[in-house]
């Protein structure tokens, strides 16, 4: 039986899917009060430089994987307009559910697809950008992920991973404390679930560097493959073209 990681747990491969989906399933109503609270707010602005480095434009078609509640799907409608098309997926039914009603409310319509991100129910050379934020690291098999990305793009269209990383290391000890301490508390707190937050953090932990996610998107057969590091390396943005 194959097994994979669950934060610092080891289980079997099917299972990972499942307890995932129990996280967010848990937290998905209170998912953007505590990305605010967690981040002071500056999750909103990863997610800018995300769209900015995107370099979409006009009458472009993005695949916002993993979209959640819709932070960058509506930042995407923005950019590619009237004669554009956004896409919005996550595999989980509930965060798609707040996602879609968000963008709803803020009089954005885009069309939304429960789907799972190493199987993705599109055509290839269908999207000019495909971009995942904050979901890369719960995927099972990242590695089969990143080849559906590159099937979906066009010759000549970007991928866009917004993930967390590796902090620097002088601030790695008070990084910790915050991440096994206070962050489970906050959870508990506020979404009424400290150990999905636990998991959270020990996912971030076991998730590639830097250096080797970009390995992994180079070996998928990207080119251009580059990364941003932002806040300190807490979190990074890759960014690579399909030719």
């Known amino acids: ?30 998912y953007d009060l ?23 434009r006009p009458g472009d078609c993005v695949l916002d994987v993993a979209g959640g509640t819709g932070d960058l799907a509506r930042l995407f409608t923005e950019r590619v307009g009237a004669t554009g098309l956004v896409v919005l997926t996550d595999i989980n039914r509930n965060m798609l559910g707040v996602g879609r009603d968000r963008l709803t409310d803020r ?11 190493e199987r993705l129910p599109f055509a290839s050379g269908t999207f000019d950008c495909v971009t995942v934020g904050f979901g890369l690291r719960n995927m099972t098999h990242k590695d089969f992920a990143i080849a559906e990305f590159r099937r979906v793009l066009r010759p000549g269209g970007r991928l866009l991973v917004l993930e967390f990383s590796r ?40 998730h590639p560097d830097q250096e080797t996610l970009r390995l992994m998107i180079e070996r998928a057969g990207f080119d251009r493959v580059e990364y941003l590091n932002l806040a300190a390396g807490v979190v990074a943005l890759h960014r690579a073209v399909k030719y």
């Open 1 to 30: 039986m194959k097994t994979t990681h669950f934060g610092y747990q080891e289980v079997p491969e099917e299972e990972k899917a499942r307890r995932v989906a129990g996280v967010f399933d848990s937290v998905a109503r209170r």
């Open 34 to 56: 505590m990305n605010d609270l967690m981040s002071a707010g500056l999750h909103r602005y990863w997610k800018r430089i995300t769209a900015q480095y995107s370099m979409v």
């Open 107 to 117: 009089g954005v319509v885009v069309p939304v697809a429960q789907c799972d991100a």
């Open 167 to 206: 902090v620097w290391r002088p601030l790695a000890r008070i990084y910790d404390v915050y991440s096994f301490q206070v962050l489970p508390r906050l959870g508990q707190a506020v979404a009424g679930d400290g150990e999905s937050y636990r998991y959270l953090a020990e996912s971030i932990r076991v």
